[in-house]
């Protein structure tokens, strides 16, 4: 994580009289982001915090996140073995409910005219995230992806690693327990964008996601893709469901 591209990016901390009022409003205490300049080199680091001393009243179901994010060609260069190595070694020390790692578009402007084409491109291979994570995702999980962190309420809920494990039957599928009643399944060696012209639905992640289905974030009624309709956005949001 400590790569050239990371350390020089811009350490973005708002701080205007108008901004931390929006923030302390929204009862978040801190917001950092970490990006490489003017060029995209795929390094990333976004952390929002909640205030956990206060009631939540604007949102009931609002999170903390955080999120990390590598270039493809670092995937490429260390292989998926050093990269499932990083995300265990990022969360293990986290009080997460939930998280995921695979592969996502991810930018600091995602209201940008390239989006649509973006958009069309992830209809076509479902193991591409676009979503850059939800605040209102309480206790529930967001997504099936190539590694899926699940912890409390979910995991026990699921009967543990153990009664997940009995549920998934997919090669390649696999359950490892973490500490603090928590597990992560692996879908797979590699992350797997999958394409849908070709047949590649993803079978496996598709087995996940039916079992999880009563725990998975549903697509709020006000969440639409800048340029798709409602139902074309349910659609890539249910894509493993139905």
């Given amino acids: 994580m400590a790569t050239r591209s990371l350390l020089s990016s811009l350490l973005s901390l708002e701080s205007a009289d108008e901004t931390v009022h929006r923030y302390v409003k929204n009862q978040f205490e801190r917001t950092v982001e ?3 300049g003017d060029s995209v080199s795929g390094y990333g680091f976004f952390y929002w915090a909640r205030l956990p001393w206060r009631t939540r009243t604007r949102v009931a179901e609002e999170v903390s996140l955080v999120s990390f994010s590598w270039p493809t060609e670092y995937l490429e260069e260390h292989g998926p073995g050093k990269m499932r190595e990083l995300a ?3 969360s293990s020390p986290l009080p997460f409910s939930s998280g995921h790692a695979g592969l996502a578009f991810y930018s600091p402007n995602t209201f940008c005219d390239s989006m649509k084409g973006i958009h069309e491109e992830c209809f076509r291979h479902p193991g591409m995230d676009v979503s850059h994570g939800i605040r209102e995702l309480g206790t529930r999980v967001d997504g099936v992806h190539w590694l899926n962190f699940l912890g409390q309420p979910v995991l026990g809920e699921l009967g543990g690693a153990a009664g997940l494990r009995a ?3 997919s090669p390649g599928t696999t359950v ?3 500490e603090e009643q928590r597990a992560v ?3 797979g060696q590699w992350p797997e ?3 849908l012209t070709r047949g ?3 079978p496996a992640y598709r087995e996940l996601a039916r079992v999880l289905e009563p ?3 549903e697509c709020p009624s006000y969440y639409d893709f800048d340029d798709a309709s409602h139902e074309e956005t349910l659609r890539w949001w249910r894509r493993f469901l139905d």
């Fill in 200 to 202: 590649q639905d993803l």
């Fill in 176 to 178: 490892q327990e973490m």
């Fill in 88 to 90: 265990m070694e990022l």
């Fill in 167 to 169: 549920r998934l039957h």
């Fill in 34 to 36: 970490l990006l490489s």
């Fill in 185 to 187: 399944v692996t879908l």
């Fill in 193 to 195: 964008a999958g394409d």
């Fill in 215 to 217: 725990w998975l974030y």
